[in-house]
């Protein structure tokens, strides 16, 4: 069984960083993209940041120059390092990856989510 398990989410005060991190575990034969994906309370789920298996990166354009994502193939796992937060960051933060496990059936796997809020 494959599944992405997500850690790092927290509160913190506006102008603060918090470090998010995705571990892929399970049967799996390959990664392809993996990101963070958030969804606000009332708003639909937008995408934060992607990076493909060769380290490409892909941002949107609300945390361009203050979010970085990045990955460690050999652990199958995704980093978003957030910093400058600001209140309208916070949100419910899901790993996302295109995975083939190793029956071959590739698909999109979504992590359980993890809280972020930025508040003073």
């Known amino acids: 069984q494959v599944q992405l398990v997500e850690s790092g989410g927290g509160l913190v005060q506006p102008g603060g960083s918090l470090r998010l991190s995705c571990a892929a575990s399970?049967?799996?034969?390959?990664?392809?993209?993996m990101g963070w994906y958030r969804q606000a309370p009332g708003k639909e789920r937008e995408l934060v940041a992607t990076?493909?298996?060769?380290?490409?990166?892909n941002y949107a354009d609300s945390v361009r120059f203050r979010f970085t994502i990045s990955r460690d193939n050999t652990k199958n796992t995704v980093f978003l390092q957030m910093n400058s937060l600001n209140p309208e960051d916070t949100a419910v933060y899901y790993c996302?990856?295109?995975?083939?496990?190793?029956?071959?059936?590739?698909?999109?796997?979504w992590g359980q989510g993890t809280q972020v809020t930025v508040s003073s």
């Open positions: 399970g049967n799996i034969f390959n990664i392809y993209t």
């Open positions: 990076i493909t298996r060769g380290g490409s990166a």
């Open positions: 996302y990856a295109d995975m083939m496990a190793s029956s071959l059936l590739r698909r999109d796997y």
